[in-house]
């Protein structure tokens, strides 16, 4: 029987199957209810910067501003309570009540007052630290590196602050993507998750007004983030997690296979339920059985571009063939 257990961020994992940041992981119950179904970790629900820092209007005022997919909810009156102190709680219990890794998530876009309270995650057992990072590089007159260094002012800050593992949640909005994961992870960061998911306008033509697109990912989506961690992972020593698009067990090995330690899954699971989690980790099991392969070391990586014979076709060579139809 293969073996699912696996490591991210230094952090043991039984399976790679991690629920993402989301409403799924909002309070002690329904942390409990996804160790049930066999995640292999949980990423709690954000809280919010501005939370932490008691300035809610502040928070309110930037609203417009920030296209957060798990923040929706709380710009639109939920979750208003839950601080620093209930988030801290909250950590603390699921601790005392889970096996499995507990992370918390800040949804921050700088490096403010509250990262000295970062510290408090770790003093009640938090297994490692996401940072949910976006700030919308729509001011024309600031440069790609000024967008940069407030992500890489906000590494070099929380990794001086915690010893636990750090994650960065990041866009596919950057100029140099290559080097600015390369530069996250020389400031220390140990996990790169690709990619946030935000929330997007659309247009309602009827009424002329603007409106929310979909919420959910779809499986299509999942490209873009197989595409970058099929390119960086061989060469970039922080570890890699995959987000967006993964709905079922071949999403899963496939991100596994260009370098992914782990998987976060939030729309999936919000569709279809958390029962769906051992059908996508037996789905994994079996094909490891089908291809002889007792662990996912053994496979982990394997299509990277590093590993591959014939790196060019991981870039340029893959648009002349869609475009052109060059076998």
């Known amino acids: 029987m293969a073996d699912l257990q696996t490591t991210y961020m230094g952090i043991k994992l ?6 993402a ?18 995640a292999g970790a949980v990423i709690l629900k954000s809280l919010f910067e501005e939370q932490i820092n008691i300035d809610r209007a502040k928070m309110l005022e930037g609203a417009s501003d920030m296209g957060y997919a798990d923040g929706y909810d709380f710009f639109m009156g939920y979750g208003k309570s839950h601080f620093l102190d209930d988030y801290v709680e909250l950590v ?19 490096g403010g007052e509250w990262i000295e309270y970062a510290e408090r995650f770790e003093s009640v057992g938090a297994d490692g630290l996401e940072l949910n ?44 993507m290559a080097g600015f994961v390369k530069k996250l992870a020389d400031i220390g960061i140990d996990g790169i ?11 309602d033509i009827d009424n002329l007004i603007m409106k929310h697109a979909p919420i959910l990912s779809s499986p299509q989506e999942i490209y873009l ?62 094909w490891m059985d089908k291809k002889g392969f007792s662990s996912i070391a053994d496979f982990n990586g394997k299509l990277c571009q590093e590993s591959s014979d014939n790196p060019e076709i991981y870039e340029r060579n893959q648009y002349i063939k869609a475009v052109v139809g060059i076998e």
């Open 21 to 38: 940041s989301s409403t799924l992981t909002s309070n002690l119950d329904k942390i409990v209810k996804c160790e049930q179904a066999g």
């Open 92 to 110: 603390m219990q699921a601790k005392e009540r889970v096996s499995i890794p507990v992370i918390p998530s800040v949804n921050c876009v700088t």
């Open 193 to 203: 998750v690709m990619f946030n998911r935000f929330y997007r306008p659309d247009v």
């Open 133 to 176: 990072t976006f700030v919308i590089p729509s001011d024309v007159s600031k440069n790609a590196s000024y967008f940069e260094e407030i992500y890489l002012d906000l590494a070099r800050k929380i990794k001086k602050q915690v010893k636990i593992p750090v994650a960065m949640k990041v866009s596919p909005h950057f100029t140099d």
């Open 14 to 19: 039984k399976n790679p199957l991690i629920v």
């Open 225 to 286: 983030a197989l595409q970058w961690i099929a390119l960086l992972s061989g060469e970039i020593e922080s570890d890699f997690c995959a987000t967006t698009g993964v709905w079922d067990g071949e999403g899963l090995i496939k991100q596994l296979l260009v370098g992914a330690k782990s998987i976060q899954m939030c729309s999936a699971l919000i569709k279809n339920g958390l029962h769906i989690i051992p059908e996508i980790l037996s789905e994994l099991e079996g």
